[in-house]
């Protein structure tokens, strides 16, 4: 079946550090792949996605490419700040279908 | 649009109540998923429905769990009788086909004591 795997957390960065959080997937064909972010007491908000191989997802400093031949979708940002401590999910889905999320990565950074 | 709406934020129980979670999914979305969230096992994908019909609900954990979905614009999701290992948030999510995003409500805190 399809399934996604994430590196396992927690991960803790002091502020402007770079981050990479690895995701891997497998599917039968080519999902549409994203991230999701959760800060503490709130729900899952989509921070980028990717529908193709090869399609680059950004937003708010972080990117993530989809990349077929490693299936993977790892996601980076150069410079972290404090208020990007949360938990992240890596997911993927068809049309049609519902998500199906890693087990999270919880990101803390520090002063 | 003011987003997928929840309800309750939290509730608490006790053991042996009917407990019912609410939802108002992004009008327009046509996908409706619940999902259950402990630190325990992560996110689980209960159910979810498609024009209102259940889709897939083999994610539902015991037949004490059950989901509607009436029209478009509502859903409930019921537990009878609750258990304490019934705690964690529930989340309710939407979107449409072409878009295989989703999109979250804030969730419901459910504790059962």
């Known amino acids: 079946g399809n399934s996604v795997t994430q590196m396992e957390g927690p991960v803790t960065l002091s502020e402007e550090a770079f981050l990479t959080i690895n995701c891997t997937y497998t599917a039968t064909g080519y999902p549409s792949l994203f991230w999701y972010v959760q800060y503490p007491g709130e729900g899952l908000q989509l921070l980028l996605k990717a529908t193709k191989a090869d399609d680059k997802g950004s937003n708010k400093g972080f990117e993530a490419t989809y990349r077929k031949e490693t299936t993977s979708f790892h996601l980076e940002k150069g410079s972290v700040q404090v208020s990007d401590s949360a938990v992240y999910f890596c997911?993927?889905?068809?049309?049609?279908?519902?998500?199906?999320f890693g087990k999270g990565t919880s990101l803390l950074v520090t002063p | 649009d003011a987003g997928v709406i929840q309800s309750p934020r939290h509730e608490v129980t006790e053991m042996g109540q009917e407990v019912t979670l609410r939802c108002k999914p992004i009008?327009?979305?046509?996908?409706l998923f619940w999902y259950r969230q402990t630190m325990m096992r992560g996110l689980e994908l209960l159910i979810y429905?498609?024009?209102?019909?259940?889709?897939?609900d083999s994610g539902m954990p015991e037949d004490r769990f059950s989901a509607k979905m009436p029209n478009a614009s509502f859903s409930t999701l019921k537990i009878q009788p609750s258990e304490p290992r019934d705690s964690a948030v529930y989340f309710c999510?939407?979107?449409?086909?072409?878009?295989?995003?989703?999109?979250f409500g804030q969730g419901t805190r459910l504790t059962v004591v």
């Open positions: 999510a939407s979107s449409t086909f072409r878009d295989t995003e989703a999109f």
């Open positions: 997911a993927l889905s068809f049309s049609g279908y519902a998500l199906n």
């Open positions: 009008s327009g979305h046509d996908y």
């Open positions: 429905f498609n024009n209102n019909v259940p889709i897939d």
